[in-house]
């Protein structure tokens, strides 16, 4: 026993292509413990979105891993049985768009009893007793009378909580977000955000929270993995990340972003285009847009593990002179 | 001499009379767009729908050479503001004036006053450009539909304007799918410019995009404000990037204007309570797991109740909230339309 | 501030661009179209390919098997098959080409403008196509029959009224689904008037699906006018078709199999190039839409 409640190790997720093998996540490690909140960043083409359905094994293309384990348990090893059992039960996840994470078919009602009778052995009468309790606990008024309500007749935010209730039906010890705010209002996103951070305090969960945004990450994760063309190319406690970043990617995404009310910041955007995954230059993928390239970063670049507790994946990290080709 | 604009706030209950130096380029006066309701047509398709008011009375103006932000969430009718000062939706009431002629009500052979006074920038990179056309195509297009100029010299403008917006020459030739968001946005930005509008419109630019490339984009824009001497109304729903390309912003919920004043005037001192909340509710960049309750704990309303119609989520929230605010003038620049702005 | 270049550039010349482009074909489509290529040079160069006249009657070979000289065999009349069937493909082909692609002209068009336009014009326009697509066709086959009298003409005016609908269904739902795009926005606020819009942005944009479902009427169309010229109101002997050739063969497909059997083939040949051709061009079509980012 480990006494981790996740373990990935070296995750490479490929799709075949027209021009051949592109690789969405390349070499992925990390660790989580139980009631840990990791926090995954990156950009369009940074795999954070495959990372997780393939941790569910949900995703497409060809999956290989030396090792996902839930719980000490290879994933692997499982009967299919005990992978449907563990998700939702185990691992549960919250999309980014709620409109599309519901079916429009069934009412709210139906669709949380479905899940939770799936989990636990329960008559259809409870089932709705505890599908209004789970509305309850996300913040649903009218509980009751609104389990007969269809999802068009939702807005996005309360769908959104409708998703967080289903996620949570299972009682599920991970909680993976993928950019469970983007597609909301500022003023929704923050009631979302509050009622996600106080869930997890109160059942002790584990979060994985993916998101672009580095303001939601400040506020939710204990830690952060910051992700690139595939692969991890920071890992730090979100304190030190926010201080002192050290890999040239994360301290370009914090220059790039516009601060909240403040000070008039000009910003200093990170040049060059977003990674095309089928043509990924060799050696480090930042490369073409790094402005502390040197003609070493062309090589081989190694792979973190994003459970050590502060790593980066650059030859010449931020905070060590440029002469030194040290590697933490 | 300073030129008096008479500006409405609210619901056309007072009239505010300011000085602003510079007669407006852009005058947005009483501004309603109204869609009509419909009666079902049994089973034969049309849902029955009630008529709704996406804008209500707006009023605002801009000078030459500035940039107005206009901010809002979604239901705030700031998209159809946009759409209205380019004509693709009809106001129904209101009047919208650009460099002195009414451009709201043109006559078929003035058609093309409109275009060539103000054009617009869209949200989806991935949709505003035609998937069959180059970006020379789609340039050289505007330029010669508009006679911007001679046949001969059209090669020599598009080049221009790709230079404008940062856009290498090499890519003259290539498709939008070739093109990444952020380029394909600078795309769209150049045909819009291509007609030399004395008004952009900016609906949204850079919400589609990456965050490193949202910042390269924005820091062109704010180029342009400068060399091109742009006016323009810049959409958003995010307040940090409304305030970097702004001088004067404009808070818009369900479909009226809030609040307006100068950007500093805006983020420092924010009088209206719904501005004070999309503040508050932006998430800080102070790592720090929040323990905090939400700024607003309740959800827009459907139904439009009377008075204030930030009445039903606002913490200010008194008897005197049923009748509508009057703007309260906090500034020769700043209104804000609440009982309690002072 | 400049960007650096898009990793995916064109190259300059037009041939090199040309070359790409059959490169990126599958082999679904290269295949259909070598085939039908090979179909249609075959009736293009009739009098040279065909070793006999088609309408060369000797009563000397009258119902002969394939053999080195008569490759398909001859019919009761002695005519060579294998002309016959060269020189009916050149029938069937131009007939099949003028009764798919003449009313997909109009067809596509009346449908993107009525998908463009919506409110009362695609409502009068829908109420039309619907008359048309209620109105059965061999009724009106035999009205015009009566009127003018059987053969190609009659079933041409009679496709031309009635075939165009397929083609405005299809092209009304793409333009619908096209017109709320950006891109056909901006061009309305650029100002240009909406028969630009409509013909020269959204109608490309838009006969995908009309493109690959006329590879289908083709054949389609092909055996309806085979099957009409089978019934007698099509095409009149002695011109060489497939369909009346089949016609012709029924009586002696026992001693003579080879009479019906090898038009039949040639349907089938062509029916299945042009079906690869369309499920080739689908695909093709289709991922240019829907390519990646």
């Known amino acids: ?328 | 001499m300073p030129v008096s604009y008479r500006r409405t706030l609210g619901h056309g209950v007072a009239t505010v009379t300011e000085s602003v130096p510079k007669p407006a380029l852009l005058s947005v006066d009483h501004l309603t767009v109204e869609f009509a309701g419909r009666a079902g047509f049994g089973g034969l398709g049309a849902k029955a729908r009630p008529a709704f008011r996406a804008v209500d009375d707006v009023s605002f103006s801009i000078a030459p050479g500035e940039t107005l932000g206009l901010v809002g969430e979604s239901g705030s009718g700031k998209t159809t503001v946009g759409r209205a000062l380019v004509s693709l939706i009809r106001p129904t009431k209101g009047r919208i004036t650009v460099a002195g002629k009414d451009v709201s009500s043109l006559s078929r052979q003035d058609a093309l006053a409109l275009p060539r006074a103000v054009q617009m920038v869209f949200q989806d990179p991935y949709g505003s450009l035609n998937p069959r056309f180059s970006v020379e195509r789609t340039l050289a297009e505007v330029l010669s539909f508009h006679k911007i100029v001679p046949p001969l010299e059209t090669g020599a403008e598009v080049r221009r304007l790709m230079e404008i917006v940062g856009l290498p020459a090499s890519l003259t030739g290539s498709l939008p799918r070739h093109l990444s968001g952020g380029q394909r946005q600078r795309v769209g930005l150049a045909r819009a410019l291509a007609v030399r509008p004395s008004v952009l419109v900016l609906d949204e630019p850079v919400a589609a995009l990456d965050v490193s490339i949202q910042a390269q984009v924005l820091n062109l824009l704010r180029e342009l404000r400068t060399t091109l001497g742009l006016t323009m109304l810049f959409i958003a729903h995010e307040l940090g990037v409304v305030r970097y390309v702004s001088d004067r912003v404009a808070v818009m919920y369900r479909g009226a204007i809030m609040e307006i004043g100068t950007s500093s005037e805006i983020f420092s001192t924010p009088k209206h309570p719904y501005t004070r909340s999309l503040l508050a509710a932006m998430p800080r960049l102070v790592p720090e797991k929040r323990s905090r309750p939400p700024v607003l704990s309740t959800e827009v309303e459907s139904e439009a109740g009377q008075g204030c119609r930030f009445r039903a989520r606002c913490p200010l929230a008194a008897p005197i909230c049923g009748t509508e605010p009057a703007a309260t003038k906090l500034s020769p620049t700043h209104f804000a339309s609440c009982h309690f702005a002072a | 501030m400049t960007t650096e270049a898009a990793t995916h550039t064109l190259p300059a010349g037009v041939l090199a661009r040309l070359t790409l482009e059959l490169a990126s074909w599958s082999f679904t489509l290269k295949l259909g179209l070598g085939l039908f290529t090979i179909i249609i040079l075959m009736a293009v160069f009739a009098p040279w390919v065909a070793p006999f006249d088609p309408e060369l009657q000797d009563f000397d070979v009258i119902l002969m098997p394939p053999d080195l000289t008569y490759l398909f065999g001859t019919d009761n009349l002695g005519r060579d098959i294998f002309s016959r069937v060269i020189y009916g493909a050149r029938l069937d082909l131009s007939a099949g080409f003028v009764m798919t692609y003449v009313p997909m002209v109009y067809g596509v068009l009346i449908g993107a403008y009525a998908g463009y336009r919506g409110g009362w014009v695609d409502t009068v326009v829908g109420s039309v196509t619907n008359m048309a697509i209620a109105f059965p066709f061999l009724v009106m086959i035999i009205v015009v029959v009566a009127v003018i009298g059987p053969g190609v003409n009659a079933i041409f005016i009679s496709v031309f009224l009635l075939a165009w609908t397929m083609y405005a269904r299809l092209a009304r739902a793409e333009m619908m689904v096209e017109r709320g795009k950006d891109y056909m926005l901006a061009a309305r606020v650029l100002g240009y008037p909406t028969r630009i819009i409509v013909l020269r942005h959204g109608l490309p944009n838009t006969i995908a699906s009309s493109v690959v479902f006329s590879t289908s009427d083709f054949i389609l169309n092909i055996l309806l006018l085979s099957g009409l010229s089978f019934i007698g109101l099509g095409i009149q002997p002695p011109t060489p078709e497939w369909g009346a050739m089949i016609a012709d063969g029924k009586e002696f497909i026992l001693q003579a199999w080879w009479i019906c059997t090898m038009p039949g083939l040639a349907v089938v040949l062509t029916g299945t190039a042009l079906s690869l051709v369309g499920d080739g061009l689908s695909r093709r079509l289709g991922t240019r839409h829907g390519s990646m980012g």
């Open chain 1, 1 to 328: 026993m480990t006494g981790y409640l996740l373990e990935v190790e070296d995750l490479t997720v490929a799709f075949a292509s027209r021009d051949g093998t592109v690789l969405a996540n390349d070499g992925v490690s990390l660790k989580l413990r139980p009631g840990e909140t990791l926090g995954i960043v990156g950009e369009s083409g940074s795999g954070k979105s495959v990372l997780c359905r393939a941790i569910l094994g949900l995703a497409k293309g060809k999956v290989t891993a030396r090792r996902i384990a839930f719980d000490g348990r290879n994933i692997d090893e499982m009967t299919p049985a005990e992978r449907r059992r563990l998700r939702g039960s185990g691992i549960a996840m919250v999309f980014q768009s709620p409109k599309s994470s519901i079916d429009p078919v069934w009412s709210i009602g139906d669709q949380l009893v479905e899940t939770v009778r799936l989990h636990k052995p329960v008559t259809r009468k409870q089932a709705r007793i505890e599908a209004a309790a789970l509305l309850d606990r996300v913040g649903i008024a009218s509980s009751l009378r609104r389990l007969d309500d269809y999802p068009h007749q939702w807005s996005g935010g309360m769908l959104q909580r409708a998703v967080i209730a289903l996620a949570l039906a299972g009682n599920p010890r991970l909680i993976l977000a993928d950019e469970p705010t983007a597609a909301l209002d500022v003023t929704i996103q923050d009631q979302i955000l509050a009622l996600l951070m106080s869930l997890q305090r109160e059942t002790g969960m584990a979060m994985i929270m993916v998101s672009h945004d580095l303001g939601v990450i400040a506020e939710t994760v204990d830690r952060v993995a910051v992700m690139y063309a595939g692969r991890i190319v920071e890992t730090a406690d979100v304190r030190d990340l926010f201080q002192a970043p050290q890999h040239p990617y994360t301290a370009g995404l914090f220059a790039s972003m516009v601060a909240g009310s403040g000070q008039d910041k000009i910003l200093t955007p990170i040049p060059g285009q977003p990674p095309d995954l089928q043509n990924l230059p060799g050696g480090c993928a930042f490369a073409p847009r790094c402005p502390r390239v040197r003609v070493e970063c062309n090589r081989s670049v190694p792979r973190i593990d994003a459970s050590v507790a502060r790593a980066n994946a650059c030859l010449f990290p931020i905070g060590e002179p440029l002469a030194m080709a040290l590697q933490p």
